[in-house]
């Protein structure tokens, strides 16, 4: 009997970010187009806890492992800002982040920047202070979005926030979840920016959102990310941020600048896989997750096969 998945428990707790004892990357892959250019470095790589951000921790973690890394698999941290603290702390050496993230949420700006480059290249040069090296931005843009269902919008006749803001208010409850609720760069900063009334707020978590902006039973309003593929299989519609209140959240590599200065090899190795990826190949990976129920490691371990990066190799069971 064979699995294609093998982990095994390593590390120790590490304690007041969200994290979990580490395992091993999934050895599940050998090398394809990517050469074996990080033999035998200890790397450690987390995510945030969302589908998304765990698909590309498991990305960039077997790309790693193909390149002979040995990688220690910190996908699944809690919360933005813990998943930034881990890597402040040198609890894990890198993770995908979002340029609008860190702009506004990490690093204290106000100011939308509307083109991906530059806001990436401000991010850029900002984080350095932090001994954050930013690489490998992706086409990937995650931005978030209030969206509704069909009969709702034709109901209404919304097709932008602007509009939203024109609905009674009475009419209008949000179901959001918790981080988009309390950011800065989320519901209080765009509620003020369109004068879109703010009572009216259901707290869920983030699938449930989804779901409950489709039966417009407890809302009849969504927070949604761009790219989760839960849009398109729930039909949703999304409203256009028509003032330009969000910013880009282009997905890129945060590394520990000290580490990247003695690897520059894992900028070779990741950013061939980060070009690769856009807003609709994010989505369908999403939606193997989300929709089809895959596990996020085999979904990553797939798409890098399919892709030419890695050749997929059977682990014996060590139970068999």
Not at 70 to 83: E, F, K
Not at 106 to 120: A, E, N
Not at 238 to 251: E, I, W
Not at 258 to 287: C, G, R
């Amino acid at each position: 009997m064979k699995k294609l998945v093998a982990l095994a428990l390593v590390g120790t707790l590490l304690t007041g970010c969200g994290l979990s004892s580490g395992s091993t990357v999934p050895v599940a892959v050998g090398p394809g187009s990517i050469k074996p250019v990080l033999s035998g470095v200890r790397l450690a790589v987390g995510s945030k806890d969302f589908t998304e951000n765990i698909v590309l921790g498991y990305l960039a973690e077997l790309a790693l492992s193909a390149a002979g890394a040995q990688v220690s698999d910190l996908t699944n941290i809690q919360g933005s800002n813990s998943a930034r603290n881990a890597l402040l702390a040198g609890q894990i050496d890198m993770t995908w982040e979002y340029t609008g993230t860190a702009w506004i949420s990490y690093l204290g700006h106000s100011d939308v920047i509307v083109d991906p480059k530059q806001q990436f290249d401000k991010v850029r040069e900002a984080d350095k202070a932090n001994g954050v090296s930013w690489i490998a931005m992706s086409p990937v843009n995650d931005k978030y979005a209030i969206a509704a269902n069909a009969d709702v919008v034709r109901k209404y006749g919304v097709h932008t926030l602007s509009q939203l803001a024109k609905v009674d208010p009475a009419a209008v409850t949000f179901c959001l979840e918790t981080e988009f609720a309390s950011r800065n760069d989320g519901f209080p900063g765009m509620a003020k920016k369109y004068g879109i009334p703010s009572d009216n707020v259901k707290i869920l978590g983030t699938g449930a959102v989804y779901q409950a902006t489709k039966d417009a039973k407890a809302c009849n309003w969504g927070e949604v990310f761009t790219t989760d593929a839960r849009i398109l299989s729930l039909d949703l519609k999304v409203l256009d941020d028509d003032q330009h209140f969000f910013p880009q959240y282009n997905a890129a590599l945060t590394v520990r600048s000290s580490v990247l200065a003695e690897h520059p090899q894992i900028e070779q190795v990741l950013k061939p896989v980060s070009d690769k990826l856009d807003n609709a190949t994010m989505q369908k990976l999403n939606a193997e997750v989300d929709v089809q129920g895959k596990d996020p490691a085999d979904v990553a371990r797939d798409w890098l096969v399919k892709e030419g990066f890695v050749t997929s190799r059977d682990v014996p069971d060590s139970n068999a």
